[in-house]
């Protein structure tokens, strides 16, 4: 039997792992707004999102938005703690940064990042990014349900 992305809706459960607290409001409005089934969660440092993580185990996110400047345990500790732990590793992992560093970029796609994209400077690229994870991610993707 096939299934088309598109028929199959579902809540998605989203885990946005952001220190910006102005950035967490707008991604999730931004995104709520263009996907209604959608559930955001935000944790604003490494060490709540891993915290969180192994205490909803139950509640696993669908996919996992990382930023990588961020407090107590950085972005990357985090994506290589997910793809090193058997229970988060089909977890698809979107890298939202400022970072452009080659390093950063390398490091990520090495420790199974699935996209690193360029955090929008304005409230139009935020519209842009939000609209394309929405189409890409919740509309075409047929994602694991984890729960």
């Known amino acids: ?8 809706e579902r809540t998605f459960n989203v885990l946005h ?7 967490c409001l707008i991604f999730k409005e931004l995104l709520s707004e ?16 891993i915290n969180y993580l192994q205490n909803n185990a139950n509640q696993k996110p669908d996919i996992i938005i990382l930023d990588l400047n961020i ?6 500790e985090v994506l ?14 979107i890298i939202l940064t ?16 699935n996209c690193y994209l360029r955090k ?10 939000a609209d394309r994870i929405n189409k890409f991610w919740l509309e075409t993707v047929v ?5």
């Open 143 to 147: 994602l694991i349900n984890s729960n």
């Open 80 to 93: 290589t703690w997910l793809k090193h732990n058997k229970q988060m590793l089909h977890i698809p992992v």
């Open 34 to 49: 263009k996907n209604q089934n959608t559930s955001i969660t935000n944790c604003f440092d490494g060490e709540e999102a």
């Open 1 to 8: 039997m096939n299934i088309d992305a598109k028929d199959y």
């Open 17 to 23: 792992i952001e220190d910006n607290e102005a950035d």
């Open 98 to 113: 400022t970072s452009i560093l080659e390093n950063d970029i390398v490091n990520c796609y090495k420790n199974y990042a």
């Open 71 to 76: 407090p107590k345990i950085t972005g990357i």
């Open 120 to 129: 929008p400077k304005n409230l139009n690229e935020y519209i842009s990014i």
